[in-house]
């Protein structure tokens, strides 16, 4: 299997669409709760409306909205949202009314074979540990560490 792109097109992930019930109640969600910043909210008719959110430091956004999907309210599963500090995150999001799932890390970690013990990953290595919530219809989101070792003042 060739797994090299040797066309020179570049493809580039920009937008994922969220399939919600209550296009309101998942933009409250998105920028009051889990911190998502409004780009656009556009609505020419009763039928068709896209709410653009992107979050900070991402280059790729999620659309919500009316007459963008036929996909039942609440059916996207484990949207990875990486962050340099899982803990920090975590704790944000709870401040802020969301209902994050423990920490847990992937064990043995050298040989995973899709176990996981609590808390994080003792050396704090890359795509380790995660943490897991949904909004409010079901579509369900990955906290995932990378990068901490770089984050100045960590270990």
């Known amino acids: 299997m060739n797994t090299t792109n040797t066309s020179g097109v570049k493809l580039s992930v920009e937008v994922i669409t969220l399939p919600v019930s209550d296009v309101e109640r998942a933009l409250r969600f998105y920028v009051d709760r889990v911190g998502f910043a409004l780009d656009v909210d556009y609505s020419p008719n009763d039928a068709f409306r896209v709410v653009q959110l992107t979050p900070s430091g991402s280059s790729c ?14 059916s996207l599963r484990n949207v990875y949202l990486v962050v340099t500090d899982l803990e920090d995150a975590r704790s944000r999001l709870l401040e802020r009314r969301v209902e994050v799932s423990e920490i847990r890390h992937k064990t043995p970690i050298d ?27 079901g579509n369900s989101w990955v906290l995932q560490e990378r990068g901490h070792r770089n984050v100045p003042g960590s270990q």
Do not use: N, V
Request: proline letters at 10%.
């Open 61 to 74: 956004s999620i659309q919500i909205g009316r007459g963008l999907t036929d996909a039942p309210a609440g």
């Open 111 to 137: 040989a995973w074979d899709g176990g996981f013990a609590p808390r994080l990953d003792p050396e704090r290595r890359d795509y380790a540990s995660f943490a897991h919530f949904s909004d409010p219809d």
